[in-house]
T-cell receptor, first 115, second 113 residues
Framework: DAGVIQSPRHEVTEMGQEVTLRCKPISGHDYLFWYRQTMMRGLELLIYFNNNVPIDDSGMPEDRFSAKMPNASFSTLKIQPSEPRDSAVYFC?????????????FGSGTRLTVV | GEDVEQSLFLSVREGDSSVINCTYTDSSSTYLYWYKQEPGAGLQLLTYIFSNMDMKQDQRLTVLLNKKDKHLSLRIADTQTGDSAIYFCAESPPDDSWGKLQFGAGTQVVVTP
């Protein structure tokens, strides 16, 4: 398996523009998580899905952020409009339910810079 | 504040042992994890321990769990420069055991020659 695949790896955009981050989880994993990492706030859970259904979106900063999972192999995180304070590394992770000891598998992240 | 707490920084000389400490708050957590994040990369699962265990050893890594004190530690023997990274402790709360993990803030480990 190629692991969790995120795209793009880097994104530079101007304030006010729409940004879409993409994630392909590991095949067979039924949990998908979106995290944001910054120096100031560390690793923050934004939202997670189980079987494509959003379970907890309490970490989504505000209405400018939205996430979807239209099928088991794809998820998006959208920011519209983007602001400089959204600059961070955004990670997607997936997890199966075969064994708790497997933990999460993280993607390599998308480094977002909003100027 | 954080449910899982870690010291933020550790400096260690190459060849010495590193010990990274973590405290957690949920005494009924089922699994506890250690993740490693190298620069520019995602978090990678290093090892985990089930809550009914006291110790787990995996090559140069030793995990110790003290359930009474809710203290978890990761010992890296013969630390190498490639061990320089951020190490995250995480717990799997039983009320959401199949779902989300609670991560600490991470410990930056710097290995000096």
């Amino acid at each position: 398996d190629a692991g969790v695949i995120q795209s793009p790896r880097h994104e530079v955009t101007e304030m006010g523009q729409e940004v879409t981050l993409r994630c392909k989880p590991i095949s067979g994993h039924d949990y998908l998580f979106w995290y944001r990492q910054t120096m100031m706030r560390g690793l923050e859970l934004l939202i997670y899905f189980n079987n494509n259904v959003p379970i907890d979106d309490s970490g989504m900063p505000e209405d400018r952020f939205s996430a979807k999972m239209p099928n088991a192999s794809f998820s998006t995180l959208k920011i519209q409009p983007s602001e400089p304070r959204d600059s961070a590394v955004y990670f997607c992770a997936s997890r199966g339910t075969m064994g708790l000891g497997d933990g999460y598998t993280f993607g390599s992240g998308t480094r977002l810079t909003v100027v | 504040g954080e449910d899982v707490e870690q010291s933020l920084f550790l400096s260690v000389r190459e060849g010495d042992s590193s010990v990274i400490n973590c405290t957690y708050t949920d005494s009924s957590s089922t699994y506890l994890y250690w993740y490693k994040q190298e620069p520019g990369a995602g978090l990678q699962l290093l090892t985990y321990i089930f809550s009914n265990m006291d110790m787990k050893q995996d090559q140069r890594l030793t995990v110790l769990l003290n359930k009474k004190d809710k203290h978890l530690s990761l010992r890296i023997a013969d630390t190498q420069t490639g061990d320089s990274a951020i190490y995250f402790c995480a717990e799997s709360p039983p009320d959401d055991s199949w779902g989300k993990l609670q991560f600490g803030a991470g410990t930056q480990v710097v290995v000096t020659p």
